[in-house]
C-alpha cells in the first residue's frame, strides 16, 4: 500500500472521529447548559409553592370563615366575611380568595361586588376542591379559571368548626405569568425554549406563545381526556409536530433530541426533562443544536490541523532519517579528515608551545635586564660621585692621623685629657664615614622586592646624605621641606632613593650656571596620592618635556660630562613599576624646572 492511500485513509478517520467527538462535546456542553437552566427554574417555582402553601391554613383558622359557614343565611356575617377575602386577597398578592361551603357553593369572595363575582357559583367539580374535603388537608391544583379563563395556582384547604367537623373550603387563587416571565434563556443557549407540562402532557407554560395548551406526547391518536378539557375549558389542545430522534452517544437517560415541524419549517432541539416539585409537572427544556454542528465544525477543524502536524512530522521524520543516513556517511569521511587534521594541528601546538617557552625565556632575561640596567645606572651615579667620596673621606682620615699623632706626644708629655679630647673627635670622625660608607652600601644594593609601606621621608633623607658626598659648588642651597608627620605610600626605599637622587643630582647639574643656585623638595597630598615635587631654578627643560624620559637622551653640556641619557627614563620605569607616576615641567612662577614624583597613600594598618 503506497504512502499516499495510507495518508487518505488516515485523513478520513481523523475527520470522522473529529465529527463525532464534536458531536459528543456540543452535546455534553448544552445538556450542561440545560440541566443547569433547569434547576434554576425548578427552585424558582419550588420557592413559589412553599411561599402560598401554608397560607391557606392560616386563612382557615380565622374565626370568622367558622361562623359564615355556620351562619349562611345571616347578611352581616356574610359582609364581614366578604370584607375579609378583600383584606387577605390584599395581604397575600393573590387575584382571587373565596369560602365555599361543603356543596362548593361559595358564600364568599374578594370579588363580591364585581359582576363577574364568584359568590352563588358552584365548584364542587374542582380537583382542589373535592381534595381538600376527602383528605381534610391542604390542596394544590393548576388550571384555566372557568370565569376568568385566566391561568392560575389554587391553593385550598378546609375549614373546621370546633368540634373538628369539615364546614367548607377556603381557596387562593394565584396568578402564574411571573413564573413564565422568569424563564431566562442561557447567554450561550439564545436559541432555547420551555414548556412546563401538566401529567397529560399538556403545556400550560411555555417561552413560546403558539406552544400554549399544546399536547406534547407525541401521540397523534389518543385524544386530551376530559379531564384536560375541564382543566384547560374552550381550548383545542392539539399537538405539536415533532419527531423524537432519540439520545445521542454520551448524554443521560433524560436527554434526547426531537424535530418540531412548524409553519413549513424543521428544527431540531436537544430535548432536557426535568420534574418540578410537588406537582406532576415536567419542565421540558429545548435548546437548538445549531451550536452542536459549530462545535463539530470547530472539532474537525482542529482535526485537520492536527492531521496535518502530523503529516509535516512524518514528512519531516522521513526526511530526516534519510539526512541522517547521509550525515552517517559524510561523518566517517568527517572523521577521517579529522584525524589527519588532528595530527598536524598536535604538531602545530607542540611548535607554539616552543614558542612560547621561547617567549617566556626573553621575557625573564628583559626583565633580569632591566633589573642589571637599573643596577647599573645606579653604579653609575656612584663613580661619578666617587670624586666627592674620596674628598669626603680623605679629609676625615687626615684628621685622624693628625690627631693621632698629637694623641704620642700628649701621652709622652702625660697629658691624658688631651689624649682623650683626640680619641672622641677620632671616634666622632669614624662615625661620620662609617655613616657615609653605610648610605653607599645601602644604594647600591640591589632591591627585587615587591612594593610595601615605606615612609617618603627616608628615602629623601637617604638620597640628600649621598649627594652631600659629591663635590658641588658649595653656594647651592637645597631646601628641603621635611614633613613632620610620617608620609605612608606605596612604594620601595631604596628604589624611591635611586629616583630621588638622580632628580636632585640632575637639579644640582640645572643650577650650576645661576648666580644663586637654589633647589627646593616639598612634599603635598590628595586624596589618595602623595606629591614629592624637585624645583630648580636652573635654565629649565626643553620645549617637549616629555623627551627627556626617552633613553639616551641628555641635556647635559660638555663641561657637565656626557652621561648615558638613562637615568631619567630609568627613574619612570621605577615609578611606573610601584603603581606612581613621575613628569616634569617648566615652572610657571619663574626660571626652572620642576619634577613631580607620585605615589599612592597607604595607611599603617594595611
Not at 708629655?413 to 653605610?438: F, H, Q, Y
Amino acid at each position: 500500500m503506497s504512502y499516499r492511500i495510507i495518508a487518505c485513509l488516515v485523513f478520513l478517520v481523523t475527520l470522522a472521529c473529529s465529527w463525532m467527538l464534536g458531536g459528543w462535546y456540543g452535546y455534553r456542553q448544552v445538556e450542561q447548559e440545560s440541566v443547569e437552566e433547569s434547576f434554576r427554574y425548578r427552585q424558582l417555582v419550588a420557592n413559589e409553592l412553599n411561599r402560598y402553601v401554608p397560607i391557606p391554613e392560616l386563612m382557615a383558622e380565622h374565626p370568622l370563615l367558622a361562623e359564615a359557614l355556620a351562619s349562611p343565611g345571616d347578611p352581616g356575617t356574610l359582609l364581614r366575611a366578604n370584607d375579609q377575602m378583600q383584606r387577605m386577597a390584599t395581604i397575600v398578592g393573590s387575584s382571587d380568595v373565596y369560602l365555599m361551603d361543603a356543596s362548593g357553593t361559595t358564600i364568599a369572595a374578594n370579588n363580591y361586588l364585581r359582576r363577574d363575582s364568584f359568590v352563588g357559583r358552584n365548584f364542587d367539580f374542582r380537583p382542589y376542591f373535592q381534595d381538600a374535603m376527602a383528605s381534610g388537608d391542604s390542596a394544590i391544583y393548576f388550571a384555566l379559571g372557568v370565569t376568568s379563563d385566566v391561568r392560575g395556582l389554587y391553593f385550598s384547604h378546609p375549614v373546621r368548626d370546633n368540634s373538628g367537623e369539615i364546614l367548607g373550603v377556603i381557596a387562593m387563587k394565584v396568578l402564574v405569568h411571573e413564573l413564565e416571565s422568569q424563564w431566562r434563556r442561557p447567554a450561550s443557549l439564545r436559541d432555547s425554549e420551555m414548556v412546563v407540562l401538566d401529567d397529560a402532557g399538556i403545556s400550560f407554560l411555555s417561552s413560546k406563545s403558539e406552544w400554549l395548551y399544546r399536547n406534547f406526547t407525541g401521540d397523534n391518536a389518543d385524544a386530551p381526556s376530559e379531564l384536560s378539557h375541564l382543566r384547560y375549558p374552550d381550548r383545542e389542545l392539539s399537538p405539536i409536530d415533532f419527531d423524537s430522534l432519540g439520545s445521542p452517544w454520551g448524554l443521560s437517560d433524560r436527554a434526547g433530541t426531537m424535530r418540531i415541524h412548524n409553519d413549513g419549517e424543521s428544527r431540531e432541539y436537544l430535548r432536557v426533562l426535568t420534574p418540578l416539585p410537588r406537582l406532576d409537572w415536567t419542565l421540558q427544556v429545548m435548546v437548538s443544536t445549531r451550536t452542536v454542528l459549530w462545535g463539530r465544525l470547530g472539532f474537525a477543524a482542529v482535526g485537520v490541523a492536527i492531521f496535518v502536524v502530523g503529516l509535516l512530522a512524518s514528512l519531516y521524520l522521513r526526511e530526516r532519517y534519510r539526512r541522517e543516513a547521509e550525515l552517517a556517511h559524510r561523518g566517517e569521511q568527517l572523521e577521517r579528515s579529522v584525524a589527519s587534521r588532528t595530527a598536524e594541528l598536535e604538531r602545530s601546538n607542540q611548535q607554539l608551545l616552543e614558542e612560547i617557552r621561547e617567549r617566556e625565556k626573553t621575557r625573564d632575561e628583559l626583565r633580569e635586564t632591566q633589573h642589571e640596567l637599573i643596577q647599573a645606572a645606579k653604579l653609575a651615579v656612584l663613580g661619578q660621585m666617587s670624586a666627592g667620596l674620596n674628598h669626603e673621606i680623605n679629609q676625615p682620615l687626615t684628621a685622624i692621623q693628625t690627631y693621632a699623632r698629637n694623641s704620642r706626644r700628649f701621652l709622652e708629655k702625660g697629658a691624658t685629657e688631651m689624649v682623650d679630647a683626640n680619641l672622641s673627635e677620632i671616634i666622632t670622625l669614624c662615625d661620620k664615614m662609617a655613616e657615609l660608607t653605610r648610605q653607599f652600601k645601602v644604594f647600591a644594593r640591589k632591591s627585587e622586592g615587591p612594593p610595601a609601606l615605606v615612609d617618603l621621608r627616608q628615602s629623601v633623607d637617604g638620597a640628600l646624605k649621598i649627594m652631600a658626598a659629591q663635590e658641588s659648588r658649595s653656594d647651592i642651597s637645597i631646601q628641603w621641606h621635611r614633613p613632620e608627620q610620617p608620609v605612608q605610600c606605596h612604594g620601595d626605599v631604596i628604589r624611591i632613593e635611586q629616583v630621588m637622587v638622580n632628580l636632585v643630582a640632575n637639579a644640582i647639574q640645572a643650577v650650576e650656571s645661576s648666580e644663586r643656585p637654589e633647589i627646593t623638595i616639598d612634599v603635598e597630598e590628595d586624596d589618595g596620592h602623595w606629591y614629592c615635587l624637585v624645583r630648580d631654578n636652573g635654565s629649565g627643560l626643553p620645549g617637549s618635556t616629555e623627551r627627556i624620559f626617552e633613553p639616551f637622551f641628555t641635556t647635559k653640556s660638555v663641561k657637565q660630562g656626557l652621561g648615558l641619557g638613562l637615568g631619567l627614563s630609568i627613574s619612570r620605569q621605577i615609578v611606573d613599576a610601584l603603581g606612581g607616576s613621575l613628569t616634569g615641567r617648566n615652572r610657571s612662577d619663574g626660571p626652572g624646572a620642576e619634577f613631580v614624583l607620585t605615589l599612592r597613600k597607604r595607611e599603617a594598618t594595611e
